[in-house]
């Protein structure tokens, strides 16, 4: 059988180990643990085990570490009509609900002693008894846990059963961090831009180039695939349809001060406002505002500011005459290149790698 893993996105030597044990495990009915730290996508290698498996029902999420303790009973087994104050109705639980299908357990370690019992007494006979309920009822459920604790410390510590974690350890799924897999990081950037583009067409695309990816590449995701989504997330807000490079990465996404960035933008703000009336304000003619800002223009820009980043003004400067080159050419690259005294092929390199709209 060939299992499509259309969640899992990656090519890696790691991605690749990761699918084969989806893979081998997702046709049987096996308990399965999925390990992990924390945002390495433990509940998409759940639903990936699921999809994979011969299964018609659906699948049930639960995280055992949102909801409050006196509720977890009834959210996973249900409960009869008057069981408690508020139960004005008889109510199916996640146990239920996932009959034939699978029901994914999320932060199995966060769950108390006590439940763990009424959980261990459940997949062993396969029957599950409503709150308030004598009823048995006889269910045909597959249960994928997920943690990024130590199990094991935890059974040293008395704070989870180790029968219980017998029960469910019959397959471990150890899940690679984003830094074991980070080949797969451009794989999974495009990914998730497409994405984006796909759910919401009117939001400007954004374009990493080869630096760019490198410095998302090398960096260590302390908080691996879901910093990453946030990353670009943040990135769509800070440079909708615009290229982003190594520094951008480095100095902005990853490292995001909010006095910082703003003191940036208002110090740029001013330094391009300025320059439109450096050697203007003291020739005040029409002739020397027609002409090119000359290089004493530009060292003026420090009594405007104390400091400049000057590789990114000079990578705006570069942007904004090859937008107005090929503005003032409707677009025509060739005439373009001749206005900016660069070979076609130069623009063109450019154009790509700043990630301008020619169209």
């Not at 704070?159 to 397959?171: A, G, I, P, Q």
């Not at 984006?196 to 400007?204: E, F, L, P, R």
């Not at 223009?297 to 400067?317: A, G, H, M």
């Not at 076609?344 to 169209?359: A, F, M, S, V």
């Amino acid at each position: 059988m060939t299992i499509m893993f259309s969640k899992l996105v990656g090519s890696s030597e790691a991605a690749m180990r990761l699918k084969k044990l989806i893979s081998l495990v997702a046709p049987s009915d096996s308990a399965v643990i999925v390990q992990g730290e924390t945002g390495v996508g433990k509940e998409l290698v759940a639903e990936s085990v699921h999809d994979a498996s011969r299964r018609k029902g659906k699948f049930v999420s639960v995280n055992c570490a949102a909801i409050p303790r006196d509720l977890m009973e009834a959210e996973l087994f249900g409960y009869e009509k008057g069981a408690f104050t508020g139960a004005i109705k008889t109510t199916p639980g996640k146990f239920e609900q996932a009959n034939k299908g699978t029901l994914f357990l999320d932060e199995i370690g966060d769950m108390n002693l006590d439940l763990q019992s009424k959980l261990l007494r459940v997949l062993e006979n396969s029957i599950v008894t409503r709150v308030g309920g004598r009823a048995d009822i006889q269910l045909d459920v597959r249960v994928v846990c997920a943690t990024h604790k130590d199990l094991d410390e935890l059974v040293r510590q008395n704070k989870f059963r180790e029968d219980l974690l017998f029960r469910l350890n019959v397959f471990p799924i150890q899940v690679p961090t984003l830094r074991e897999r980070s080949d797969d990081i451009p794989e999974i950037v495009a990914h998730f831009l497409k994405q984006n583009s796909s759910i919401n067409a009117t939001n400007a695309p954004i374009n990493f180039d080869g630096d760019g990816l490198e410095a998302l590449r090398t960096y260590d995701w302390p908080g691996n695939i879901r910093e990453l989504r946030n990353i670009l997330e943040r990135a769509k807000v800070f440079f909708p349809g615009q290229n982003i490079d190594r520094e951008r990465v480095t100095h902005t996404l990853l490292k995001f001060d909010q006095n910082s960035f703003f003191n940036n933008v208002e110090e740029n703000e001013t330094i391009w406002g300025a320059l439109d009336d450096l050697g203007g304000a003291e020739r005040g003619n029409e002739a020397d505002e027609r002409s090119p800002p000359t290089p004493n223009d530009f060292s003026r820009i420090f009594e405007i500011s104390n400091s400049v980043d000057v590789r990114r003004l000079l990578r705006d400067i570069e942007i904004v005459l090859i937008e107005k080159a090929l503005e003032r050419n409707a677009g025509n690259a060739s005439e373009a290149a001749k206005d900016l005294h660069l070979q076609r092929t130069t623009l063109i390199e450019k154009i790509k790698k700043y990630g301008i709209q020619n169209d």
